[in-house]
């Protein structure tokens, strides 16, 4: 099934996608954009594309960072790439059960929900399978932006793959038709959202 489409929100995953990975990272001054970045984020702004960030921040459930060290960080994220329409945040850790660590939906459909838009309008841009698990559990558009640290499997299973933010961006705001995603969103029927 085929249809034009242009994104409703594109959803950020930070840490390797938008900045550089600097593991449970509570230091400002150590956030650094990866490249194109700013001129990606400053295309969809410009195209009038909601963005958001959807992050997993164990490190707060670990103790390794406070709430407040990670606000700081998200502060300079923003002050470096500009402002974003919504920020998810998930500060659990593996074994706490929530449904927004990702490969968990969670994150993703609270963004969505933020933005007022239907996940299955959103693209979820990550660097690891775990994006694109999520964008998948809540029936949205996934596109993996690999770095040294994918694995081969994450690339193999990707449903698309993009060589950088530019080419993202490319991929969004084109008009070329693309495929819609063919699953099924189970948990909006569950949670008795008919707009979904
Ligand atoms: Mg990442
Ligand atoms: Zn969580």
Redesign the pocket.
Known sequence: MFERRRPGAVLFDRDGTLIRDVPYNGDPRRVEPMPGAVEALGRLRRADVPVAVVT?QSGVAKGLLTPDEMDQVNARVEELLGPFDAWAI???DEG?G????KP?P??VIRAAAVLDVSPRECVVVGDIGRDMEAARAAGARGILVPTAVTLPEEIDQAPEVAGDLADVVDRVLSDAEGPVPAVSAPWARAMGWSRW
Do not use: E, F, I, K
Request: hydrophobic share 25%; aromatic share 0%.
């Open positions: 997993n998930c500060v659990h706490d929530c449904t927004c660590r968990a969670g994150l």
